[in-house]
């Protein structure tokens, strides 16, 4: 079993800054991709970012420029980085992990709120 506990979330004016982060625990698994979703209310959850094992990222359209996926692997932890925010970046998000533990399954993590106030 794989654990993911997100934490970094809260209520920030735009044009500010928060750091997501999500952790994952549990038995022996391989990381295939780490990624961050986000759901508005009456929306879909809609992937925001994405880093693939080998390292490359990828970004919606709306959050390029302002946004960073990282990661440290040595602590199975993938970050987000959001600065500029603005008042459409709120929802709750979400991390999800791909991983390879008796075969590839997604895990996701519990949410976390990000509200941003004009």
């Known amino acids: 079993q794989v654990q993911l506990v997100e934490s970094g979330g809260g209520l920030v004016q735009a044009g500010g800054s928060l750091r997501l982060s999500c952790a994952a625990s549990?038995?022996?698994?391989?990381?295939?991709?780490m990624g961050w979703y986000r759901q508005a209310p009456g929306n879909q959850r809609e992937l925001v970012a994405l880093i693939k094992s080998g390292g490359s990222t990828n970004y919606v359209d709306s959050v390029k420029g302002r946004f960073t996926i990282s990661r440290e692997s040595a602590k199975n932890t993938v970050y987000l980085q959001m600065n500029s925010l603005k008042p459409e970046d709120t929802g709750v998000y979400y991390c999800k992990f791909v991983v390879t533990y008796f075969g590839e399954h997604d895990y996701w993590g519990q949410g976390t709120q990000v509200t941003v106030s004009s």
């Open positions: 549990g038995s022996r698994f391989s990381i295939n991709a």
